[in-house]
């Protein structure tokens, strides 16, 4: 055997220089940190500041949505409109339409304005009684139904304004706009600014925006997220349900117990791929199989839960596996050491180790799908739908419904600046309620916590 020794011979450093001075190529090493600590740095700031701005646009054009300009003002129930029997009988009062709610909102508001001197010289009748919404006679109806006993009395209502005066509150409308707008004319705009002065007209927290239907594109200022919210709360709670023990229990079996063979390797490609796949085709699959084939109904919570779970399976499983992979070795090797079975190993020690990042993954999983749009755009969910779901145990599952992400889309797509106010509106919402769940993901993770 023979010695191989190195005779390259040794860079002495020069004479008069020191360890501690810098060479030309420590130089252009710290020079290179440097540079790549900014980027990194810089990289952050953009971040940050692109968050930044995108939550600042978002709450500067959805804040407005949470309020709604209102007039307050007397109103008489006549008798002769609303009860022409006399019986007080609610259902004979429901023959009347809202045809004759709106003549008596807008009467009233007439006199009521020429009690107080208020006027704009020149404006018609109509234009006065234009600036109540369509929606305000609906409600009235509703609550004199609701409480027969009002009719023939004075009552202070508080009805909405159509959606231009209440952009013109907001800003949103200028009396240039006004000259060319069919919806609404410049007196109306004077006589917002006399009521405003007068305390009648006021913009006031809107809490319908939370709790009301959708409303049609005559009555923006109507419009609600009360449907979408409890679409998306009947969908998420049949995804948890059906998506988690699928996915935490073939992510079991696939790291704990299934041999290690072709056929096993070819379901964790095919698991890997089916989380690449875009969200739309599950769309099509929800659309083809489960509405087409199976018949369940269009639109509705059940046929919408059944499509995020398939598109969330794929992502729940990598990250259960994931979760339990990265619980040591010795773990397992200890329990199996003490007579432990594979079973009393896994559920025993494994798991509870495996929980935080188990429930981590999942819920974020969860939070990312219920931002998705496209899948319910194909299973009809986008349509208007005006009456709330049955609770979930008389068939709301099957009531058609709304979801926030697609009420979102909704809400852009349509003309009118104020859908276009209330979709950003909708997004704060939606952006409340992923952030919940991120909170939630964060809280179960320190609650369940363990270290070894």
Same mark, same amino acid.
């Given at each position: 055997?023979?010695?191989?020794?190195?005779?390259?011979?040794?860079?002495?450093?020069?004479?008069?220089?020191?360890?501690?001075?810098?060479?030309?190529?420590?130089?252009?090493?710290?020079?290179?940190?440097?540079?790549?600590?900014?980027?990194?740095?810089?990289?952050?700031?953009?971040?940050?500041?692109?968050?930044?701005?995108?939550?600042?646009?978002?709450?500067?054009?959805?804040?407005?949505?949470?309020?709604?300009?209102?007039?307050?003002?007397?109103?008489?129930?006549?008798?002769?409109?609303?009860?022409?029997?006399?019986?007080?009988?609610?259902?004979?009062?429901?023959?009347?339409?809202?045809?004759?709610?709106?003549?008596?909102?807008?009467?009233?508001?007439?006199?009521?304005?020429?009690?107080?001197?208020?006027?704009?010289?020149?404006?018609?009748?109509?234009?006065?009684?234009?600036?109540?919404?369509?929606?305000?006679?609906?409600? %009235?109806?509703?609550?004199?139904?609701?409480?027969?006993?009002?009719?023939?009395?004075?009552?202070?209502?508080?009805?909405?304004?159509?959606?231009?005066?209440?952009?013109?509150?907001?800003?949103?409308?200028?009396?240039?706009?006004?000259?060319?707008?069919?919806?609404?004319?410049?007196?109306?705009?004077?006589?917002?600014?006399?009521?405003?002065?007068?305390?009648?007209?006021?913009?006031?927290?809107?809490?319908?925006?939370?709790?009301?239907?959708?409303?049609?594109?005559?009555?923006?200022?109507?419009?609600?997220?009360?449907?979408?919210?409890?679409?998306?709360?009947?969908?998420?709670?049949?995804?948890?349900?059906?998506? %988690?023990?699928?996915?935490?229990?073939?992510?079991?079996?696939?790291?704990?117990?299934?041999?290690?063979?072709?056929?096993?390797?070819?379901?964790?490609?095919?698991?890997?791929?089916?989380?690449?796949?875009?969200?739309?085709?599950?769309?099509?699959?929800?659309?083809?199989?489960?509405?087409?084939?199976?018949?369940?109904?269009?639109?509705?919570?059940?046929?919408?839960?059944?499509?995020?779970?398939?598109?969330?399976?794929?992502?729940?499983?990598?990250?259960?596996?994931?979760?339990?992979?990265?619980?040591?070795?010795?773990?397992?090797?200890?329990?199996?050491?003490?007579?432990?079975?594979?079973?009393?190993?896994?559920?025993?020690?494994?798991?509870?180790?495996?929980?935080?990042?188990?429930?981590?993954?999942?819920?974020?999983?969860?939070?990312?799908?219920?931002?998705?749009?496209?899948?319910?755009?194909?299973?009809?969910?986008?349509?208007?739908?005006?009456?709330?779901?049955?609770?979930?145990?008389?068939?709301?599952?099957?009531?058609?419904?709304?979801?926030?992400?697609?009420?979102?889309?909704?809400?852009?797509?349509?003309?009118?600046?104020?859908?276009?106010?209330?979709?950003?509106?909708?997004?704060?919402? %939606?952006?409340?309620?992923?952030?919940?769940?991120?909170?939630?993901?964060?809280?179960?993770?320190?609650?369940?916590?363990?270290?070894?």
């Amino acid at each position: 055997m023979t010695d191989i020794i190195d005779r390259t011979p040794f860079a002495m450093p020069q004479a008069g220089s020191s360890l501690m001075s810098e060479t030309p190529l420590m130089k252009r090493r710290n020079a290179a940190e440097i540079r790549f600590r900014m980027y990194g740095v810089a990289a952050i700031v953009i971040a940050l500041l692109t968050l930044a701005i995108m939550l600042f646009t978002i709450i500067r054009d959805g804040s407005s949505a949470f309020v709604q300009a209102t007039i307050s003002y007397p109103v008489v129930i006549d008798a002769a409109v609303v009860d022409k029997t006399g019986s007080r009988d609610p259902a004979q009062m429901a023959s009347v339409t809202t045809i004759g709610y709106a003549r008596i909102l807008g009467e009233s508001l007439v006199k009521y304005l020429a009690e107080e001197g208020i006027a704009v010289e020149g404006m018609s009748r109509k234009e006065v009684t234009d600036m109540i919404s369509k929606d305000a006679p609906a409600r %009235l109806r509703d609550t004199v139904l609701a409480d027969p006993s009002l009719v023939g009395q004075t009552i202070t209502v508080n009805v909405f304004a159509t959606g231009r005066v209440d952009g013109y509150l907001k800003g949103r409308v200028t009396r240039e706009i006004a000259e060319r707008d069919s919806n609404v004319t410049p007196a109306q705009l004077d006589l917002a600014d006399k009521l405003v002065e007068a305390g009648i007209l006021a913009s006031k927290f809107n809490w319908s925006f939370i709790t009301a239907p959708d409303a049609s594109d005559l009555r923006p200022e109507a419009a609600g997220l009360g449907i979408a919210i409890m679409g998306t709360a009947y969908m998420m709670f049949l995804v948890v349900i059906m998506s %988690l023990p699928l996915g935490v229990a073939a992510a079991i079996y696939l790291e704990e117990f299934a041999p290690r063979n072709w056929f096993t390797d070819l379901i964790e490609v095919n698991i890997s791929n089916l989380a690449a796949v875009p969200s739309i085709v599950f769309g099509i699959l929800g659309l083809a199989v489960f509405i087409n084939f199976v018949g369940l109904p269009a639109s509705s919570p059940i046929v919408g839960a059944l499509v995020i779970t398939l598109m969330s399976l794929p992502t729940i499983i990598i990250a259960t596996r994931a979760a339990i992979r990265a619980v040591p070795p010795s773990i397992r090797d200890a329990a199996l050491g003490v007579g432990a079975s594979k079973m009393q190993t896994v559920f025993h020690h494994v798991l509870p180790l495996a929980a935080p990042g188990i429930m981590t993954g999942a819920i974020l999983s969860l939070a990312s799908a219920a931002g998705e749009t496209g899948p319910l755009l194909l299973i009809g969910m986008v349509a208007y739908v005006a009456n709330y779901p049955a609770g979930p145990f008389e068939g709301g599952f099957l009531d058609p419904a709304s979801a926030l992400p697609v009420q979102v889309y909704s809400w852009a797509s349509r003309a009118d600046p104020a859908f276009i106010e209330r979709s950003s509106g909708a997004i704060i919402v %939606l952006l409340l309620f992923l952030l919940v769940m991120n909170i939630l993901a964060i809280v179960l993770r320190r609650r369940f916590e363990r270290r070894w």
